[in-house]
């Protein structure tokens, strides 16, 4: 294995969408295509729910619950959100695949 193929196969890459969130993993593809919402509670600011299970709550969520969409006309509407999405994204793709990630590319819109 060359040492080129080595490093792309431990980078990442991640698309910061206004309607969707992708991660690319080298050697692997898209490893996750999620939507870029989020529930949190309204009683006390805590995350419910991330992504898919977010967006499913659009519409039958309770009053105590909003959901909201972190990147709004192509930037980042709010940064504390977008830093909880990404961390849970990745979190995610952490339980999946153990390979260790020596770089990671990030595109906003």
């Known amino acids: 294995m060359s040492l080129l193929t080595r490093i792309l196969a431990r ?3 991640i698309d910061l969408g206004t309607s969707n969130t992708l991660v690319y993993l080298g050697g692997k593809g898209i490893v996750l295509r999620e939507p870029s919402v ?3 509670s309204r009683d006390n600011g805590s995350i419910i729910a991330v992504g898919l299970e977010a967006k499913k709550m659009i519409g039958r969520n309770p009053k105590n619950i909003e959901i909201i969409r972190p990147l709004k006309d192509g930037v ?3 940064f504390d959100i977008t830093k909880t999405m ?4 990745l979190s995610k793709i952490s339980s999946w695949y153990s390979v ?7 595109s906003t819109p």
């Open 38 to 40: 989020v529930a949190i």
């Open 100 to 106: 260790p990630l020596s770089k990671f590319i990030v």
């Open 86 to 89: 990404l961390k849970t994204f």
């Open 11 to 13: 980078s990442a890459s």
């Open 76 to 78: 980042i509407a709010d």
